[in-house]
Nanobody, 114 residues
Framework: QVQLVESGGGLVQPGGSLRLSCAASRTIFSGNAMGWYRQGPGKQRELVAA???????TYADSVKGRFTISRDNAKNTVYLQMNSLKPEDTAVYYC????????WGEGTLVTVSS
């Protein structure tokens, strides 16, 4: 059954912004690391950003300075704020929660194009 629900994807112009949200079940969210992977057309899946239960963040070099990951523990939700978007950011973005295993969202499509 679905335990992670993603939202916020869409079509934006280069230089625009989007905020992705991922709401997880409380039982898997609490005390666990979360993050986002993406897979663009013809590309390998890559880790975009991750955040630990304590709030420590990690970013791919390609998004540093443009993307910000955060979490709201009261809402069991992780966010990915994406600014200064580039066509190269076009991908399906997948949210995950890491417990003793990985739980995955269904993915949300981000398209950056003129």
């Amino acid at each position: 059954q679905v335990q992670l629900v993603e939202s916020g994807g869409g079509l934006v112009q280069p230089g625009g912004s989007l905020r992705l949200s991922c709401a997880a079940s409380r039982t898997i969210f609490s005390g666990n690391a979360m993050g986002w992977y993406r897979q663009g057309p013809g590309k390998q899946r890559e880790l975009v950003a991750a955040i630990t239960s304590g709030g420590t963040t990690t970013y791919a070099d390609s998004v540093k300075g443009r993307f910000t990951i955060s979490r709201d523990n009261a809402k069991n939700t992780v966010y990915l704020q994406m600014n200064s978007l580039k066509p190269e950011d076009t991908a399906v973005y997948y949210c995950y929660v890491r417990t003793n295993r990985f739980y995955w969202g269904e993915g949300t499509l981000v398209t950056v194009s003129s």
